[in-house]
Structures are given as structure tokens and as C-alpha cells.
T-cell receptor, first 112, second 108 residues
Framework: DAMVIQNPRYQVTQFGKPVTLSCSQT?????MYWYQQKSSQAPKLLFHYYDKDFNNEADTPDNFQSRRPNTSFCFLDIRSPGLGDAAMYLCATSREGVSGYTFGSGTRLTVV | KNEVEQSPQNLTAQEGEFITINCSYSVGISALHWLQQHPGGGIVSLFMLSSGKKKHGRLIATINIQEKHSSLHITASHPRDSAVYICAVSRGNEKLTFGTGTRLTIIP
């Protein structure tokens, strides 16, 4: 089945140790999003790609970076995780102007 | 005031009851989305609506563009329907604006 897959499902990292979360999709959607969701809050958009064009939200900290080497894969890099970065990170895809959203199952990040 | 408002915030019902969750928005939209999130889980897209009504199994979603209002209905509710239901809108640039969610609990 076509889908959005996030790895890992759970990630524990040490304070300040760089961590990378991955997202892959088999839908051939040209738009990919990374959202951060903290407990009992709505998801917050960090950035998104239209094809290879990167769009950063104004309030996304510099600590968060992203890479999209090809249509299928997108990575979220947290350069120096702090305790406040513990959250669920959700990847989503869409085809611009056509489809709804497809979300991955998320990666729950714990910072110790 | 949030651009997307949901009610109720929390809803508890007995198994088998008919459930309605409401969503109002205050901006022009290209589409409205109903999403489902189980505790600790990812998000599943249930519906994308730009007009009228959609049905999938026991779920029905309606939208009234003039009134800027949408409802999600669940017929014959079941404990596995317990989840947070999120209304979100997209406006041309595809980014989603989320409501605050409705936490639904169905008691056996």
C-alpha cells in the first residue's frame, strides 16, 4: 500500500546530541511537511518542501534543519536537542492542489 | 480567537450513541479536513471536504461553506472510535491550520 513511513517510531536522545528523524513516502507526492506536536497541543508546522523548494516557518528554531535528497525521502535534523524539543514529530505529504494529506505514524522523541 | 474552533473539547458517550463534533472557521478556505489521532499515535486523514457531504463507513462529514461550519458524525459509536478528532483547514498554499481537537471517549 502507498504510504508515509517514519523511522524510528520512538527515539531517545541525549541532551545536546544531534538526532535525525526520517520520513519516506511511496505516494509520489510533491509536498512534504514536518510538524512538531507537544502533549495535548495541535501540531505545529516546522517547515515544508514543494518539490525541492524548502519553506521554513518564521518561528522554527535554527536548531531544526531539514533535507530532502529526493521525492521519496525527507529528514529532520535536530542539531542540539534540548528538553523542550521532546515531542511527537509528524511527517505528512500532499500533492499540491489535488489530494488531501497523508500522515506518517510519527516519531516520539524523548530527550534525556 | 483561533481561526478554527471545535466543540465540544471533550465528549464522553455510551457505545452505540450517535456522535456529532462541530467545527467553525473564520477564514476563506480551499478545503476542510477531518483527522483522527489515537493516544500516542500518528494522525489519520478521515475526510477532505470542499462542499457538501462525504460518507465512509460509520463516519459522515458535512460542510456548509456559507456558514463556515462543518460537522463530523459517527453512527453506532464503538470504543475503538475513542480518539482525538481534529478539524483543520487549508487555504490554497496547502498548509493546514488546526483546530484544538475534540477528545472522544466511548464507554462500552
Amino acid at each position: 500500500d502507498a504510504m508515509v513511513i517514519q523511522n524510528p517510531r520512538y527515539q531517545v536522545t541525549q541532551f545536546g546530541k544531534p538526532v535525525t528523524l526520517s520520513c519516506s513516502q511511496t505516494l509520489n507526492h510533491n509536498v512534504m511537511y514536518w510538524y512538531q506536536q507537544k502533549s495535548s497541543q495541535a501540531p505545529k508546522l516546522l517547515f515544508h518542501y514543494y518539490d525541492k523548494d524548502f519553506n521554513n516557518e518564521a518561528d522554527t528554531p535554527d536548531n531544526f534543519q531539514s533535507r530532502r535528497p529526493n521525492t521519496s525521502f525527507c529528514f529532520l535534523d535536530i542539531r542540539s536537542p534540548g528538553l523542550g524539543d521532546a515531542a511527537m514529530y509528524l511527517c505528512a505529504t500532499s500533492r499540491e492542489g489535488v489530494s488531501g494529506y497523508t500522515f506518517g505514524s510519527g516519531t516520539r522523541l524523548t530527550v534525556v | 480567537k483561533n481561526e478554527v474552533e471545535q466543540s465540544p473539547q471533550n465528549l464522553t458517550a455510551q457505545e452505540g450513541e450517535f456522535i456529532t463534533i462541530n467545527c467553525s472557521y473564520s477564514v476563506g478556505i480551499s478545503a476542510l479536513h477531518w483527522l483522527q489521532q489515537h493516544p500516542g499515535g500518528g494522525i489519520v486523514s478521515l475526510f477532505m471536504l470542499s462542499s457538501g457531504k462525504k460518507k465512509h463507513g460509520r463516519l459522515i462529514a458535512t460542510i456548509n461553506i456559507q456558514e463556515k461550519h462543518s460537522s463530523l458524525h459517527i453512527t453506532a459509536s464503538h470504543p475503538r472510535d475513542s480518539a482525538v478528532y481534529i478539524c483543520a483547514v487549508s487555504r490554497g498554499n496547502e498548509k493546514l491550520t488546526f483546530g484544538t481537537g475534540t477528545r472522544l471517549t466511548i464507554i462500552p
